[in-house]
């Protein structure tokens, strides 16, 4: 274990009240843990204090007025097998879900740490982002809800203050079908993806009405493909229009080489991708 | 530096102990208590060789901290025989070879034990799966998965009678 992560105090705050005081106080010198699967693998240095959120009850999956509420501290194994999500386009979560990492670490893992980590390749923000999830966060001062497309400012970085934590994902009611892919390199399972995508298509009478492209690992968070979203809406959607698409997404692509690819091959990669989970989203929405 | 007070119920027996913020629960569990069948691989949740379960379901223990685990069933590799008698997935690992250097061995076991506890009879793929988090580097998977496979048969034999 790295020296320099010895932080030399840990709460164990029981209301959300009491949590938020104590990163107020404790200045940005604490870290919120709740899997402890990011950060006990990142260590940080400079933190002096943890603040354990496992009692704090954000550990659940609800439906409040069409709305589905997710805990911040549900873990991923519950988000792959919840009957509230089970059914499309919900069910694009559970199955970005369970190709995340490894069975184990879905059962550690959270959905707030998902989308807190803020990784650009984090599997669970695209399905949300696919269906225009909204973060709800609290602080001292009150809460707010935004949605989760204005959460991430660049790589491992959020809109989050210093005293503010995030409490709950909200998932509105949504019409269609619904897609997950990832490519990812198969020597090991816990690998993160070379590229992922998300997509969400819902048509009326074989008419597009209204679709999201959400790219992973192309860029400094994930993004949306604004202008191939553009290309499909009020379209009849047909392998032709699904093309266009999938290769004005990979445009918007903005990659970088890294050690798993090539920026090159992730463009490409993309609009593969794309074009293979609309049809599958397409194929869902008439399912 | 604060230290905690914990009390967690390890293999059936509730014990306290105080612990640092940042100890991990393999720490404590190998240096506190003497437990040292839970190994520590690569202490960044890759290998699977600290897997333990709690409350049911496999976890890490190299990712998980001590203080976290506090008021909760912890099951170790310790845990699973009853008296001299080897558990049936302890046994079929003997009789499938499915262990060689034994470094993998337990945390392979408690991730077989938790799944086989949420499903009696999963399939060769799910087992296979369910393992992606335990790396072997000497036998390879194939006996483990062999040994899994027959010691869930042997357990819904047992729970029949």
Redesign the interface.
């Known amino acids: 274990?790295s020296i320099s992560?010895?932080?030399?105090?840990?709460y164990?705050p029981d209301s959300l009240r009491e949590a938020v005081a104590l990163l107020s106080n404790l200045r940005g010198k604490a870290r919120l843990?709740a899997?402890?699967?990011d950060l006990?693998?990142m260590k940080p240095s400079g933190v002096d204090?943890?603040i354990?959120v496992?009692v704090l009850n954000l550990n659940y999956i609800k439906k409040k007025e069409g709305t589905i509420c997710i805990g911040a501290a549900t873990t991923v194994?519950l988000v792959e097998n919840s009957p509230l999500l089970a059914g499309w386009p919900y069910q694009v979560l559970p199955e970005a879900a369970k190709s995340m990492?490894?069975?184990?670490?879905r059962?550690?893992a959270t959905i707030g740490g998902n989308v807190c980590n803020g990784s650009p390749a984090a599997d669970l923000c695209l399905a949300l982002m696919a269906l225009d999830a909204s973060v709800s966060l609290v602080a001292p001062k009150g809460g707010r809800t935004l949605p989760l497309k204005d959460f991430h400012v660049g790589v491992n970085r959020t809109v989050l203050a210093e005293d503010e934590l995030l409490a709950e994902v909200l998932i509105p009611k949504s019409a269609g079908g619904a897609s997950f892919l990832k490519l990812r390199r198969h020597q090991?399972?816990?690998d993160i993806a070379v590229v992922n995508v998300s997509t969400r298509l819902n048509c009326v009478n074989g008419r597009c009405v209204d679709a999201r492209i959400v790219l992973g690992a192309v860029a400094e968070k994930q993004i949306c493909a604004q202008k191939a979203q553009g290309l499909l809406l009020n379209q009849i959607v047909d392998p032709g229009v699904i093309q266009k698409a999938a290769e004005q997404a990979a445009e918007e692509a903005r990659p970088i080489d890294d050690i798993r690819a090539s920026a090159s091959y992730r463009k490409r990669m993309v609009a593969v991708l794309v074009r293979r989970s609309l049809e599958l989203s397409a194929g869902r929405c008439r399912a | 530096m604060t230290e905690i007070p914990i009390r967690i119920c390890v293999n059936g027996e509730w014990r306290d102990l105080t612990v640092k913020p940042y100890e991990r629960l393999v720490d404590s569990l190998r240096e506190r208590l003497g437990m040292t069948g839970t190994k520590v691989g690569c202490g960044e949740g890759e290998c699977g060789a600290c897997t333990v379960n709690i409350d049911g379901k496999a976890v890490l223990s190299c990712l998980t901290l001590a203080a976290q685990a506090d008021g909760k069933q912890i099951k170790t590799i310790e845990g699973l025989r009853k008296g001299a008698e080897l558990h049936p997935i302890q046994k079929a690992f003997v009789e499938e070879g499915a262990a060689q250097c034994g470094f993998c061995t337990p945390g392979m076991i408690m991730t077989a034990e938790a799944m086989l506890g949420q499903d009696p009879n999963p399939s060769e793929e799910n087992v296979r799966k369910t393992l992606a988090n335990n790396l072997c580097r000497c036998t390879g998977y194939d006996k483990p998965v062999k040994a899994i496979l027959k010691a869930a048969r042997e357990l819904r034999g047992a729970n029949h009678e």
């Open positions: 274990m992560f010895t932080p030399s105090a840990y164990r843990i899997g402890g699967t006990l693998v204090a943890l354990d496992g194994d990492a490894t069975p184990t670490i059962n550690m090991t399972a816990v």
